[in-house]
């Protein structure tokens, strides 16, 4: 039988390689370009680091490791029966694969306090794993690609993280919308409608809009315990169209009694008004909500405008995130890049650069001993110069030498018989149009260079 990997996972061949690591490879450029600090944190947390941080659907979600050795030490025949899941796993489980990489920032933030200047502005690029339902665009195990700053109000930092996101998508040459919204704003929704205490209801609800439509919000509403008073009242909002300012201006009217509302509004209003630049496309989406329980001020999303997929990047303001350890009062704001789904994105759309999908640039052909001796030292000056080459290591027949080149798409292909040899020269092909040209190794290493 032959082997498999488990469902919602990847295996990635040198060629998908080459494009993550481009995909990682720009992100981390523009990070570093906006003065955030690389960091890596462990797979697995503690349980108790990670349970109760994104909510009770998140909670069902993380992946949990057992104990090692006799991990049945301590559980009763009673416990077992009892078939409280959630019991069970908080006495034969002690730690858990991270869920996203914000938590575990956040428990590195408390834990070398110390050791920080704030604001930090830090950046982690790391797999995350959610015991999901694998389907199109959901993996179970995928890369997140975070920046963050901790120590800091300012909404400057929300108007440099949509900078961020606006530079790497004008980057690949994709075209988006970023979506804005405030939970200040959705916390006053709640308060005038008189649902106070059913913000995260509301949020959850709301954020499943676009998966299934009005109606079946509307009874989730109905089913969370909002009257139909309170869910008319609501319609509007989650209907609110017309340019930001126009949206802006309603929801000032429509808000006018709430403290909080108007907070959330202001906040908004100012992030917009410093982007007037973007390439990008930038929304105010009263239905976009973000279920997770930790964001507390402006929250983005971002939609890829020519490719049907998933948000392809989120995150927002969470100023209590540190206190759950124990530091109040640390505010912090975040995005965090979908590096799987930008890859189906740029898969789809065909951008990657032909330098990505061309892994080597040279390939010497071997017809022996001999002629492989004359061609190492050519190999390691275009090395000293940069362009990737290779030799083919056996003295096999052309034919094969030059269908491993097509195979690999190797551009140019280096050919040394004994009339090379005696020229002190070397034969250049072109594999896509098939020119020819003798040349010698500094002349062979500017060609290529000039490519």
Not at 239 to 244: A, H
Not at 322 to 346: K, Q
């Amino acid at each position: 039988m032959k082997p498999s990997i488990p469902k919602g996972t990847r295996d990635f061949s040198p060629l998908e390689m080459a494009k993550r690591n481009y995909i990682f490879d720009t992100i981390k450029s523009v990070y570093a370009l906006y003065g955030f600090q690389q960091i890596e944190t462990p797979a697995m947390e503690n349980l108790s680091s990670l349970m109760g941080k994104y909510g009770e659907e998140g909670d069902k979600l993380l992946f949990k490791i057992l104990n090692s050795g006799d991990f049945m030490r301590g559980v009763s025949d009673e416990d077992i029966h009892s078939k409280s899941t959630n019991q069970l796993a908080a006495q034969l489980c002690e730690k858990g694969l991270r869920y996203d990489l914000t938590v575990p920032f956040a428990r590195f933030v408390v834990q070398h306090r110390e050791e920080l200047t704030l604001p930090f502005r830090r950046y982690q690029i790391q797999p995350v794993w959610r015991a999901d339902r694998p389907q199109k665009g959901r993996y179970r195990e995928f890369y997140q690609c975070d920046a963050d700053v901790v120590g800091s109000d300012s909404l400057l930092n929300e108007v440099e993280l949509m900078q961020i996101v606006d530079e790497v998508f004008s980057r690949f040459g994709v075209r988006v919308c970023i979506k804005i919204n405030n939970r200040k704003i959705l916390s006053g929704i709640a308060e005038i409608i008189g649902a106070a205490d059913k913000i995260v209801n509301i949020t959850v609800a709301i954020d499943k809009l676009d998966k299934i439509g009005l109606d079946n919000v509307n009874k989730e509403l109905r089913e969370d315990g909002l009257n139909d008073e309170q869910i008319e009242k609501l319609q509007p909002i989650i209907k609110l169209c017309g340019t930001n300012d126009e949206k802006i201006a309603i929801m000032r009217q429509a808000l006018s009694g709430s403290e909080t509302g108007q907070k959330g509004l202001d906040e908004v209003a100012y992030v917009l008004s410093k982007l007037t630049d973007l390439r990008s496309q930038l929304e105010l989406d009263l239905t976009l909500a973000r279920g997770l329980n930790y964001y507390t001020g402006c929250i983005f999303e971002v939609k890829a405008l020519d490719v049907e997929i998933g948000s392809i990047t989120g995150g927002g303001r969470y100023d209590n995130l540190t206190g759950i350890f124990g530091m109040p009062g640390i505010s912090g704001v975040g995005i965090s890049f979908g590096a799987d789904r930008i890859f189906d994105v740029l898969n789809q759309l065909q951008l990657y650069p032909q330098s990505v999908v061309n892994q080597t640039q040279l390939l010497f052909v071997n017809f022996g001993e001999a002629e492989a001796n004359y061609a190492l030292p050519i190999l390691s000056q275009c090395r000293r110069a940069g362009i990737a080459c290779e030799i083919y290591p056996d003295s096999v027949k052309m034919k094969k030498q030059m269908q491993y080149a097509n195979q690999k798409q190797v551009p140019y292909v280096a050919i040394v018989g004994e009339t090379e040899m005696q020229q002190e020269k070397v034969t250049l092909k072109n594999m896509t149009s098939g020119e020819q040209s003798v040349l010698t190794a500094d002349e062979l290493v500017a060609a290529l260079l000039a490519q």
